[in-house]
């Protein structure tokens, strides 16, 4: 790819709960053996009341840069594991703030090492920042959990509001896929609700034959929507059951004005989206045989055969599909 694509975030609130540690790195075969590291989440809540909670995963920390230099997030981390305070802990007063610069990644994994890949969106990495109080936070609102990205959007999808299912209002989805830092390509979806904005991309004429490269900006939510549903009784008054849905959406409220020239050779071409898709299923193959290997060593102790997953060569008939 000829540009680099951006992806960033910012979450900032008080830390709701966390499950960081300091271990080392046990493979015998790596360079890094025997070697100290951070692994672990955060949870911050990035309002007042608590209830819009953002989980940030954290890989692989290490006390110093590849440059050699002492590493801020590494002593930032190791400072909350030591000292850190909690909403579940200590009470929403006394939690530890943090702004936390981390981007849009993917899971991927293979359950019990099946065949149906599972890739869950999540915050992950980025530079750790401990606030001295909460006056230091940004105002309450979207400068607490907003982010920016490049996408390309191949699919867009109209959604009506159902209190059933806990769907409060008409909004508009956009598939497609971001990258990361190395431009590796991360199927996305993303959620539009401003009237204009969900005008703006349903007129704008995308399908997978014909997608938008574009710039997007918005706000992340993470919350827990209750749904009440009465059941009717033979006698007396109707039971209300009260049903949980979590919500995660990267909202959309803002788009370049004018879109990137997707084809052009110095700005992203079919070409660089079919090698970066052939890529992506080298790498799935490797997850899959690691997860098969894994359940196979922890329920029977034998060898795992390697899945036989075919790279994408070229494109896909009828455009691009993520």
């Known amino acids: 790819m000829a540009r ?18 300091i271990r080392k790195v046990e493979r015998k075969d790596s360079e ?33 840069t590849k440059a050699g230099k002492g590493n801020p997030s590494y002593n930032a981390l190791k400072q909350i594991i030591e000292n850190g305070k909690t909403i579940m802990n200590d009470g929403l007063d006394q939690a530890t703030c943090v702004r936390l610069t981390p981007s849009i ?27 001295r109080s909460p006056a230091e936070l940004p105002a309450e609102g979207q400068e ?38 190395r431009n590796d390509i991360l199927p996305m979806t993303f959620v539009v609700r401003h009237p204009g904005a969900m005008n703006y991309f349903e007129s704008a004429g995308i399908d997978p034959s014909n997608p938008m490269y574009t710039g997007i900006r918005g706000y992340i939510e993470n919350r827990v929507v209750k749904i009440e549903k009465e059941v009717e009784s033979a006698f007396g008054e109707a039971a209300v059951d009260i049903v949980e849905r979590r919500v995660r959406n990267w909202v959309v409220n803002h788009a370049n004005k004018i879109p990137y020239d997707f084809g052009a050779e110095d700005i992203l071409t079919p070409a660089d989206i079919a090698k970066a898709m052939e890529n992506r299923n080298v790498m799935l193959a490797e997850v899959k045989q690691r997860s098969v290997e ?3 060593n922890q329920n029977q102790g034998n060898a795992a055969t390697a899945p036989s997953v075919t790279p994408v060569s070229g494109i896909p008939a009828g455009g691009f599909k993520f």
Request: contains cysteine; aromatic residues 12%; glycine residues 8%.
């Open 105 to 131: 990644a993917l899971n991927d994994f293979y359950p019990q090492g099946g065949d149906e890949l599972v890739s869950t969106p999540r915050h992950e990495g980025g530079f750790v920042t401990i606030l």
């Open 294 to 296: 894994y359940y196979q």
């Open 144 to 181: 607490r959990n907003k982010f920016e990205c490049d996408v390309l959007i191949t699919n867009v999808e109209y959604v009506e509001k159902n209190e059933d299912r806990g769907i409060e209002e008409d909004y508009v989805k956009l598939k497609g896929c971001v990258f990361n830092f």
């Open 32 to 64: 890094n053996y025997g070697k100290e590291f951070i692994n672990g989440t955060i949870d911050v809540a990035t309002d007042d009341a608590g209830m819009n909670v953002i989980q940030v995963h954290y890989t692989y920390v290490t006390p110093t």
């Open 4 to 21: 680099t694509n951006k992806n960033t975030e910012q979450i900032a609130g008080r830390i709701y709960t966390h499950d960081l540690s």
